[in-house]
């Protein structure tokens, strides 16, 4: 192994006082180590847990690597805190030091604003281009214009982030994905789109911040997105494989078959082929007929009409692609043309995707909904293979969470990943061709988590049922909300079990506020939330990762159930199975592994700073009784762990007392 670079510990020294911090063992192993996978080409699994600062111990030695580093992170909001705060910072507290501090930040092509758009125009069903929409959208379409217009004028970047506060249907008017652009050469406002501004931003820069997704596209898909670069770190890494797994999924309803024939009709050459658009939507509606005959779930064996209909969409968007004539100069630069024509190839591509039938895929049909239709789905079985022959083969990748270790180790997360348990430890330089060497390092956290938090394990209440929470979780939750006065953040399964405990903490105890998701924007409900620590704070998944409330604020956290995935989940029943046919445990691999992650990710809300003090109460028994609850616990941070619900309730109130 290489002697530690110098250089690495002195200029994180530096950048940490000139910030204003202390230097912290974790961040100093974490740097170093960092470093020397970028210097000897071995992977890193680094776990470093909240408050440890791993944004610095991997953005300083990437600074100082001889050559490009792309920083992939899961969220925009990790990536606009990179870009915005740490990055910056640590080029003004770096100084003069003689390190390329040049950066630059790369998103997917509809996070951008698009000047053609605006300027000429959105293709309405028809693909006529249409100047303004009509109706209430209007007023924030014009607005959108005259920033993106600004944006161009004043040297900025388009981001989407920047924009005047819109919806997704409103950006919609102003932006385009990558099947609807007509590409830098063809658009007549080229030179100064905002997507290949960035572009060549990024290919000046010595370090490049994406997201995993555009990390995918790149390196899994091979569809050039990023400079050339030799190492990545992926923030967030805990996300990769859900996030690589969406990049490659794709799906189809009858109405996008219909939307690319209403698109095409102009378009397509009548004369030499009939009405290739015609036949494309008679291929919609047969979908459409096989669809309504299909029981939603996962599609092991796809029904005759089904995979006749998909046949017969595939088909005719090829023919209908077929039928487009050559483009003439006068049409070059068409964009309802080329959006028409990119809308085809999306149905031929994903029918003849889905139609195919291959066991590396697993294809569905979702649930219909009063608002949305059925849709089927088709994503890849596993990604660990790709992953280690297109990433891992190519690349040095370090990942970094503060959530790897599951079960008192890196193994499940590596074999996620595809890096094998039995490589961890070889040496670069020994192994073949065929061994991906790998080391997995676990920095620690600042926080004394045994006396700063309690894992309250509800052994003596019933198992979840599936009906929602009952009567005794109801009661333990009051009880645990009225110790606490308030300060809960209750993470739940279900939006209807949030909704249900809310309900019954507001009856029986109406002297304190309590919010339910849904019920305002999270902004707004986490806004609430910290301005009174009487209050309680209900929701369902997308509170488990994205909620930052250190302080007296949150001093209990609730989980209802152990979240594993629903057992008719398509894709994570299909891995499971397919695991199980290999001779390994899928309910571990698969199931207790997306759990604890979740469990983990969903703990983690408690404790934010060396002051915070709680308890994370989890009303499953079937964590302190199972068999799979060992792993599952030391899957958590080292709390102290208890039973006793009458212990936990003096907490609360000495902890609400002051």
Same mark, same amino acid.
């Given at each position: 192994m290489?002697e530690p ?8 020294g ?7 911090g202390?230097?912290?063992?974790g961040q100093v192993?974490?740097? /170093?180590a960092?470093a020397?996978a970028m ?9 470093a ?11 300083v030695?990437s ?12 969220t925009?909001?990790l990536?606009?805190q ?13 100084g ?8 630059a930040?790369?998103k ?6 698009c ?14 281009l ?14 959108l214009r005259?920033w993106?217009e ?8 388009g981001e989407?982030?920047r ?11 102003v932006s385009?994905?990558h099947?609807?652009?007509?590409g ?5 406002f ?7 501004v960035a572009r060549?931003?990024a290919?000046?820069?010595?370090l490049?911040v ?13 569809v050039?997105?990023?400079?050339d ?12 494989v859900?996030?690589v797994t ?7 309803a ?8 209403r698109?095409? /009709? ?9 009405s290739a658009?015609?036949d ?5 509606d ?6 309504a ?17 998909l046949v ?7 023919a209908?692609?077929?039928a487009y004539?050559r483009?003439?100069e006068k ?5 309802g043309r ?9 149905i ?6 889905m139609?195919?039938q291959?066991?590396?895929?697993v294809?569905?049909l979702?649930?219909?909904?009063d608002?949305?239709p059925?849709?089927l789905?088709?994503?890849?079985l ?5 992953m280690?022959?297109?990433l891992?083969?190519d690349?040095t990748v370090v990942f970094t969470?503060?959530?790897?270790r599951?079960g008192?180790?890196f193994s499940?997360?590596a074999?996620s990943?595809?890096?094998k ?13 065929s061994?991906v060497?790998?080391?997995?390092l676990?920095?620690?956290s600042?926080f ?5 938090a309690?894992l309250y394990?509800a052994?003596?209440?019933?198992p979840?049922?599936?009906d929602g929470l009952g009567?005794a979780q109801l ?5 645990l909300v009225d110790a606490a ?8 399964s279900s939006?209807?079990?949030?909704e ?5 903490v507001?009856?029986?105890?109406p002297?304190l506020?309590?919010?339910a998701q849904g019920?305002?924007?999270l902004p707004?409900?986490a806004r609430q ?8 704070l209900?929701g369902?998944?997308?509170l488990?990762q994205?909620?930052d409330?250190?302080?007296d604020?949150?001093q ?7 979240p594993f ?8 029943s ?9 001779g390994r ?23 934010r700073?060396t002051?915070d003090?709680?308890v994370?109460a989890?009303?499953?028994p079937?964590?302190?009784t ?7 616990r030391?899957s958590?941070?080292?709390?102290w762990?208890?039973t006793?619900?009458a212990?936990?309730r /003096?907490a609360l109130a000495?902890?609400?007392?002051g």
């Amino acid at each position: 192994m290489p002697e530690p670079d110098p250089r690495v510990r002195e200029l994180l020294g530096h950048a940490v006082e000139a910030l204003g911090g202390q230097e912290r063992e974790g961040q100093v192993a974490m740097a /170093q180590a960092v470093a020397e996978a970028m210097d000897d080409g071995r992977h890193l699994l680094v776990q470093a847990g909240t408050g440890t600062g791993k944004s610095l111990a991997y953005l300083v030695p990437s600074l100082l690597h001889g050559d490009r580093v792309v920083v992939a992170t899961a969220t925009l909001a990790l990536q606009h805190q990179l870009v915005e705060r740490d990055i910056p910072r640590l080029v003004e507290a770096v100084g003069e030091q003689g390190v390329d501090t040049s950066y630059a930040v790369l998103k997917g092509r509809s996070n951008y604003a698009c000047l053609h758009r605006i300027r000429e125009g959105v293709p309405d069903d028809q693909g006529t281009l249409v100047d303004v929409p009509e109706g209430s959208m209007a007023s924030k379409v014009l607005e959108l214009r005259a920033w993106a217009e600004k944006e161009a004028d004043d040297g900025g970047s388009g981001e989407r982030d920047r924009a005047p506060r819109h919806t997704d249907r409103e950006w919609r008017q102003v932006s385009v994905g990558h099947r609807d652009c007509l590409g830098a050469s063809r658009c007549p406002f080229g030179q100064e789109c905002f997507v290949e501004v960035a572009r060549e931003e990024a290919h000046r820069s010595h370090l490049v911040v994406t997201n995993h997704s555009l990390l995918a596209i790149d390196a899994i898909e091979g569809v050039p997105m990023i400079p050339d670069y030799d190492v990545v770190v992926i923030d967030e890494a805990h996300e990769v494989v859900a996030r690589v797994t969406q990049a490659a999924t794709d799906e189809l309803a009858p109405s996008d078959v219909d939307r690319a024939a209403r698109r095409s /009709q102009k378009h397509v050459d009548t004369e030499s082929s009939g009405s290739a658009a015609d036949d494309l939507a008679d291929a919609g509606d047969a979908l459409a007929t096989a669809i309504a005959e299909t029981e939603a779930g996962r599609l092991d064996q796809v029904p005759e009409a089904l995979s006749d209909a998909l046949v017969l969409v595939r088909d005719a968007a090829r023919a209908c692609l077929s039928a487009y004539p050559r483009e003439s100069e006068k049409e070059e630069g068409d964009a309802g043309r080329q959006q028409a024509r990119g809308s085809v190839q999306e149905i031929f591509t994903t029918a003849e995707r889905m139609a195919a039938q291959v066991e590396s895929d697993v294809l569905w049909l979702s649930e219909p909904t009063d608002r949305i239709p059925a849709r089927l789905h088709v994503a890849p079985l596993q990604v660990w293979g790709p992953m280690r022959d297109k990433l891992l083969s190519d690349k040095t990748v370090v990942f970094t969470s503060a959530t790897l270790r599951l079960g008192g180790d890196f193994s499940a997360i590596a074999t996620s990943l595809g890096l094998k348990p039995a490589e961890e430890g070889a040496e670069p330089d020994d192994a073949g061709d065929s061994v991906v060497p790998w080391r997995g390092l676990d920095v620690g956290s600042p926080f004394d988590y045994g006396k700063q938090a309690i894992l309250y394990l509800a052994r003596h209440l019933p198992p979840p049922g599936r009906d929602g929470l009952g009567a005794a979780q109801l009661d333990e939750i009051v009880d645990l909300v009225d110790a606490a006065e308030g300060r809960t953040l209750g993470l739940f399964s279900s939006r209807r079990a949030a909704e249900a405990a809310a309900a019954v903490v507001r009856e029986r105890l109406p002297h304190l506020t309590t919010l339910a998701q849904g019920e305002a924007q999270l902004p707004e409900l986490a806004r609430q939330f910290v301005g009174d620590p009487h209050t309680c704070l209900f929701g369902t998944l997308s509170l488990w990762q994205g909620l930052d409330v250190p302080g007296d604020t949150c001093q209990l956290v609730i989980i209802d159930r152990i979240p594993f995935p629903r057992p008719d989940d398509p894709l994570m029943s299909a891995r499971a199975r397919a695991a199980d046919r290999e001779g390994r445990n899928g309910f571990m691999e698969v199931s207790a592994t997306h759990a604890a992650l979740l469990l983990a990710q969903g703990t983690g809300r408690l404790i934010r700073t060396t002051t915070d003090q709680g308890v994370v109460a989890v009303l499953d028994p079937r964590l302190a009784t199972a068999r799979y609850g060992g792993f599952l616990r030391a899957s958590l941070p080292p709390m102290w762990q208890t039973t006793d619900p009458a212990v936990v309730r /003096q907490a609360l109130a000495r902890l609400a007392a002051g």
